[in-house]
């Protein structure tokens, strides 16, 4: 696995460089290497089930590095568990994906109720005595094999565990250290969870470089006063974010290049970028390079990029996401699974090196939308878009109800379904609510059941409770309405397009 040798050449190399920064603590490269030593040397003495993964939970703590690498050295995949989902949804996600062992770096006591899975405290392998020299590049997780597992959200209310292998994870990282501006011991931005695969984008770009991370928590976001503070001694010179994180960052009008003087290199992913987004970039960080990229967490990240210069916002009103990375390919096809010319809209399917094998221990789903083309794996994104003559690739939104607000990709049913079980409800839809082809928030239309609340607000702040205990916040709907009855259509479907027009009105 080229990611942790040259991980390994900068732990030997450069020992003492930062590998990754939280408001907290820090860690070197040497460290980083010794320390997912004795952690794999802890996994290994345990003699799980070959293969098994292993829950990684807590928040941009530099054990979180630890342990990924740590899990991976002995043979196992990791899943990220951010402690911003809430306890119902880990649980799930302990249950579905089999694991038997849970490594808590937060900190925090940690009880998964009705679950026997073990957990233990980072901080408690790092006493135990090393078992293990360093550990052998052949135990490591390598070619096909699971290399992480990220859970995104299911349409059935239940999480999905995408499967990511160490040559799916080699492939996006020989494209960004080759396609990009990244040209090592770099700081990079770490703004996004590890639990949404935006993070990864940051993390083993520069791992493999020789790069330093930059932690943003939650609670820095939450305060903009102490996120300015922190971004000024960040010496950030590679910005990863959603184009959502970045806009608020932008209405400080501090945000420019005094603040970040190094900064170099914009990465968006996640969502539709603005071009009004890049043109105050532009005029803020004259020096830097703005890349537009899109990809499913299925293909690992991203797959496509472009460099939006002043030319390309001169020519589009809205933004391309780019060109397919060299090993990959980018069909375009209508509903019957033909082929559609350039410049005709279709499903998105993405070929190559970087789509995952599945779903973990979910075949039905896997089959739905993995294929094989020309002998290669292939994902149906169910994105809808069209390629130019060029070969740029244009985003045009989603041919099911899966969508992407503010960077987190989430399935409306799932909320729905959420929604539909609180005692308060009878019957719902959630609309999202575009405003410059972005979605701004989520709307969710109501027929309520009999309740003893007088005012409206007071029954949507009881349904929001319900709703926090069993979604992050990010999938709450913004806006509530409530209605006698939902308009139908004439086969007898509810019309979302009449819903919308209500919410608006």
Not at 96 to 108: F, P
Not at 406 to 427: C, D, F, N, W
Not at 444 to 455: C, G, L, N, P, T
């Amino acid at each position: 696995m080229k990611v942790l040798n040259k991980i390994r050449d900068f732990a030997h190399q450069q020992p003492e460089t930062l590998a990754f920064i939280s408001p907290n603590k820090e860690i070197s490269y040497q460290d980083l290497w010794k320390k997912s030593d004795q952690t794999a040397s802890y996994l290994i003495n345990l003699n799980l089930t070959a293969g098994s993964p292993v829950v990684v939970y807590g928040h941009m703590e530099p054990e979180m590095l630890v342990s990924f690498l740590g899990s991976v050295k002995a043979g196992h995949p990791y899943i990220p568990v951010d402690t911003s989902i809430p306890m119902e949804r880990v649980v799930k996600i302990v249950e579905s994906s089999g694991t038997e062992l849970v490594i808590n770096v937060s900190n925090q006591p940690l009880s998964l109720s009705d679950v026997s899975v073990r957990i233990v405290n980072h901080d408690e392998i790092m006493l135990l005595p090393q078992l293990h020299d360093e550990i052998s590049s052949d135990r490591w997780v390598k070619d096909d094999e699971n290399f992480y597992i990220i859970y995104t959200s299911g349409s059935t209310g239940n999480p999905k565990g995408v499967q990511i292998s160490a040559n799916n994870l080699q492939s996006f990282v020989n494209w960004m250290l080759t396609d990009f501006p990244i040209n090592g011991n770099l700081c990079f931005l770490n703004q996004a969870p590890f639990s949404f695969d935006l993070s990864v984008m940051d993390l083993y770009p520069a791992l493999a470089s020789g790069g330093t991370l930059f932690a943003i928590t939650k609670e820095m976001i939450a305060k903009p006063k102490i996120l300015f503070e922190a971004l000024a001694n960040s010496n950030t010179e590679v910005w990863t974010s959603t184009p959502s994180f970045v806009q608020m960052c932008l209405m400080d009008p501090s945000f420019n290049e005094k603040l970040l003087p190094n900064l170099a290199v914009f990465l968006f992913c996640g969502e539709i970028l603005p071009v009004a987004i890049c043109q105050q970039l532009k005029e803020r960080f004259p020096k830097a390079k703005i890349f537009n990229t899109y990809g499913p967490t299925e293909a690992t990240v991203a797959i496509t990029s472009i460099e939006v210069t002043s030319a390309v916002l001169d020519e589009f009103t809205s933004l391309p996401v780019g060109k397919i990375k060299a090993d990959s390919r980018i069909l375009l096809v209508d509903e019957n699974g033909n082929e559609v010319p350039n410049g005709e809209k279709g499903e998105i399917i993405l070929v190559g090196p970087g789509v995952s094998k599945g779903y973990l221990g979910q075949p039905e789903l896997t089959n739905k939308a993995f294929i094989q083309y020309e002998g290669e794996r292939a994902y149906k994104t169910g994105d809808a878009g069209f390629l130019n003559d060029e070969g740029l690739l244009f985003y045009k939104g989603r041919i099911d109800f899966q969508i992407k607000l503010h960077g987190y990709r989430m399935e409306l049913e799932e909320i729905e379904y959420h929604i539909a079980k609180s005692k308060y409800v009878k019957t719902v839809v959630v609309i999202p609510i575009y405003q410059d082809e972005k979605i701004e928030y989520l709307s969710a239309s109501i027929v309520s059941e009999q309740h003893e609340f007088e005012k409206e607000y007071q029954l949507t702040s009881a349904i929001k409770k319900e709703l926090g205990e069993v979604l992050p916040a990010y999938m709450i709907p913004r806006k509530f309405t409530y209605h006698e009855d939902l308009p139908m259509t004439s086969n007898g479907k509810v019309d979302r397009k009449k819903i919308k027009e209500m919410v608006l009105a």
